[in-house]
């Protein structure tokens, strides 16, 4: 996946663009149907406190936007820039817009304390008295996402990404939590709500100029379930199933059973680990994969699928 499937299909993809000699591989079949390739890791999405989940996914721009356009900002000229805490004008100068003031000690790692000037809030007190339904924008940034979708409601370009992270189980992240505290797991479901949000809006504005179809991305994911607890590869398994149902397509190095089970089509790798592996063992559906008589994982994806049966049967009951 990484070195042949993922330079074959760029190269390829390359090319059509060049329309040159991309030579490094004779032949890749199937990439006319891609129109670009990602890989979704669980490395962090930002390293400093400037990167919240708010301004990796843009909503914070739309949310500054509709602070700028509320009447007090109109009459003391406040652009939407006020509202970013990472440019001077509307934030808080004594902590620079981070909340937090960096104590460097002797002998000791540096640690984090509140700011005193504006007690964490990252603003200065001008920009704090703009109010929308009675919060200011650093109010807005304390929000929860699933507090902040209700909140901005009657705004669909804000709810609409808010919703998107609410239904993909991140709705209990603050806003203005700081990207670095963020798990593996929850940046890459984050990484994965962006793709989703790119989909939305490509939908969204093709139904109006009734353009193709949106184009297939190829997504690349190795054991995006490390680290993950059961409740959260549930919904993981939802963020992939909207992608796939949105014509992309996903490949996933995996052990768990419970994303093998529910692919469409698996190529099983064995017999054993390590030098004894490394065979295509088994292809095709979970079902037939379960079948086979020598692949190592068929009779614990035989347990799977028919585990998950019951548990389906028993919900319409
Ligand atoms: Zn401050």
Redesign the pocket.
Known sequence: MHDILWPAVRDALEERKRAGNGDLFKLVSGADEIEAVYEVDQSPIGKTSRSTPGTYLKVFDEIRCLYAQLPVSRVRGYSASRFSFNTAGG???????????KLEMNFLPSSYV???????????PQTLEVLYNNKSIGDVMEMTIEEAAQFFSAHPKIARTLSLLVDTGLGYLKLGQPSPTLSGGEAQRLKLVTQLKRGVNRAANERIRKMRKPGSTLYLLEEPTIGLHMADVELLLNVLHRLVDEGNTVIVIEHNLDIIAEADYIVDLGPEAGAEGGRVVAVGTPEAVAKHRISRTAPFLRDTLRRNKLTRTNHIH
């Open positions: 934030r808080c100068e004594t902590c620079k817009g981070q909340g937090v003031i509140p700011c005193e000037d504006c007690r964490g809030r990252r603003y200065n």
